[in-house]
């Protein structure tokens, strides 16, 4: 075969909705049609139904393990590769196998069969992705020891939901058709509560969506497809930083509930602009970030002077459709003035994305006109070009007309102030080209219109001549000063919008929002640009040669983001635009060249990339260095609590070994006896202490050796009170231990870990208190009680109980190495089980050791 094999996955909420039934009927109709199908691995849990869609099909012999004195059977990799077929059926993708296979996990055998070329159809239940591991064990409680990487199930070529409501999957289970009659009941009332079922099928039909999302996204950026699809409601809530933002992102969040959007596809966008005279309060944008977090949606701000235009880009981005904004404020001189908002654009050059405008009581109208101000008055920087010349000569002409009119009424004095006003206005407007104009224009205008002889360019008064010129050098003296506060207005603004924007991508990483890439994407969103990367040069040892910029084998991609439709630079040479990040790290964007001042903030933000980069790497290394640190500590606190411990029983036990020797003095029976007794209990308790410290650094290790069997609780209990004094043996009474099945353990462990607990009960449970030891079964578990009823624990401190070389509420070091809880723990969840503390009703604690049941098909827990 060539190529590699495709894989289906038959996806599924919980045990029972019919996985492995669904995966069969395929493999049956596939060889009906003539495919080459072989069932590699199925496990029917003696399902009538489901044993007869084995009929017809053929089937490899499984491979026999022994594995410390039991037979086990798993999928013979090696027989499904030598036979060659064009399909495999194996059953269970995150079962773990048995030591001594090929491969520690199932979804390890199924990479190889599809490495050969061969097509895998599979089963696998939503709680057993790693991803959803946690969520599943605080749904149901139970933990989930079986788990699959989620990437093996994303990777796969078809995903199909096999979904059943909880009505039907319990009645199902009533009549037998999941697990046998003796355990429906226990399932019904735990793992297979309503609650849980509901919570079960909403996490596989919200992932199984978030895959398909996922491909139509991939899809449409291979085919260069940048119009909205409207798969799935997705709505854009615009910003201003007013204090209408929060009536707008609620009445947003209500829309996206009503379409059935869910909360992650509500998205808050702020639009700055370049040149900062719209800047918004941090605090209020904080605030609406706040809010908008709160009902599950996210924050983003981009920059751009059109802001219509910087909406409808981010919106078809992000695949939108529908964008929600605010009903403008603006009077009718502003509309008729500055023409038609932002509202009306985005509506006119929305397409196929659907505008909601919102009313609202609270308005940013004083916002508004102050910017609406500012906007008319802004340089040609951010404006036309031409609109300053032309206005110093226009200003001047219309002043003419007006003030031609009102000659009688006013004298050259106001007539010069006027046209003074005029010369400031422009200059202000245009800077001081246009002011140079303006005061030319307004000098001929004066000379021509307002100075004696009328209309003629002379002038016969010399203090005409003096005011004329006067009237000049202030008008270009003023007009310069104007325009350098401008300018310095302008720097502000710009620098202000650059602040913003470093203030954004700081939060975003002081956030911990997965740091690099949630950084490159605001910064992509940001400044509107199609991609960015960060690149790291493979081997920095070596200098940087002259065609490295154009290796793809010479750098490595260390984090990207990318617009629909485009790609990320592979190579510095790759980019458009280009800065270093470090000493071998460069960032690389694509979409168009940056101006000067937008080149600042991205060599602040490379900055700031690069020591996300640094904090990353520091953090895994310290991840790597945790192990190490408890260690040490755990090797201190040995030294420090066994000084008393260890020296006591040595002591006492060398103590009578060496009176015995001691001849000269003549001992009594019974004095023999007694120093005889005293040494063997002292070497007892000393053996018990050694063993103790050796399980536990084993455990800590991870090099415990289990021997697991079909362990009977009623005698492990009998064993492990057997090193009990006779008094300590009448205060403890074991009851209902015979009617439960056997439990899958290791006997010596399990019987050290029980008869620490029940010396523990004994301790802390009062000089007359007695100790009762109790079982019950539920579900495919065993759960082993011991009961005491001395003081108890505050539920706060269940936890500390469990910490090695810690007594809780003791200040001496003469009642143990506090090691028999944190021993008892780790000795039970090495055999797959776990110990919990509770209250005992009534006062006292109570110490559940809960494990599995005892089936010959079941593997045993990893060594």
Known sequence: ?????????????????????????????????????????????????????????????????????????????DAVLARGPAVAIVDELAHTNIPGSR???????????????????????IQHLESLNDVVQRITGVPQRETVPDEVVRAADQIELVDQTPEALRRRMAHGNIYKPEKIDAALSNYFRPGNLGALRELALLWVAGRVDEALQRYRDQHGIDKVWETRERIVVALTGGPEGSTLIRRAARIAQRSGAPASDLLAVHVARSDGLTAASPKSLAELRALVESLGGTFHSVVGDDIPEALLQFARAENATQLVLGVSSRGRVQRFLAGFGIGETVVQQSGDIDVHMVTHERSAAEQSRMAWIKRVLRQPETGPRWWGPVAGLIVPIVLTLVLANLRTQLNLVNEVLIFLAGVVAVARLGGLLSAFFASLTASLLLNYYFIRPYYRLTINDPQNIVALVVFALVALIVASVVDFAARQERRAGTASAEAETLSELAVAVLRGDEAINAMLSRFRETFGMDSAALLERVDPSFPLRPDEQDDPDAWRLVAATSATGAMPARTPGEADVLVSAGSDTVLA????????ADQRVL????????????????????????????????????????????????????????????????????????????????????????ENLLDMSRLQAGALNLHTEAVNAEDITEAAMDGLEAADRLRVEARGLDSVPDVRADPVLLERAVANLIANALKHGGADGRVLVTASALGDSVELRVIDRGPGVAPQDFERIFTPFQRLGDRDNTTGVGLGLALSRGLVEAMSGSLTPEETPGGGLTMVITLPRWTESAPPPGP
């Open 589 to 596: 964007l694509t979409g168009r060249p940056l101006p000067a």
């Open 103 to 125: 491969n520690a996990k199932r979804w390890q055998d199924v990479e190889e069969l599809l490495d050969a070329g061969i097509d895998v159809i599979t089963t696998v239940n």
């Open 1 to 77: 075969m060539s190529g590699r094999g495709r894989l289906r996955v038959y996806l599924g909420a919980a045990p029972g909705v019919g996985k492995t039934y669904h995966m069969l009927d395929e493999a049956r109709r596939r060889a009906g049609r003539g495919a080459d199908v072989v069932v590699g691995l199925v496990e029917t849990h003696d399902r009538p139904n489901t044993q007869a869609m084995l009929d017809d099909l053929e089937v490899v012999p499984r491979r026999t393990i022994e594995y410390r004195g039991a037979t086990f059977t798993e999928m013979d990799v």
């Open 603 to 690: 060599t602040a933000f490379a900055a700031q990339t690069a020591v996300a980069l640094e904090r990353s790497r520091l953090a895994a290394q310290a991840a790597q260095a945790v192990p190490l640190a408890e260690a040490d500590k755990m090797r201190t606190a040995l030294l420090a609590a066994v000084s008393h411990d260890l020296r006591t029983p040595l002591a006492a036990a060398k103590l009578a070994v060496a009176s015995l020797k001691n001849t000269s003095v003549d001992w009594t029976p019974e004095d023999r006896a007694e120093l005889l007794d005293s040494a063997d209990e002292s070497l007892t308790q000393l053996t018990r202490l050694v």
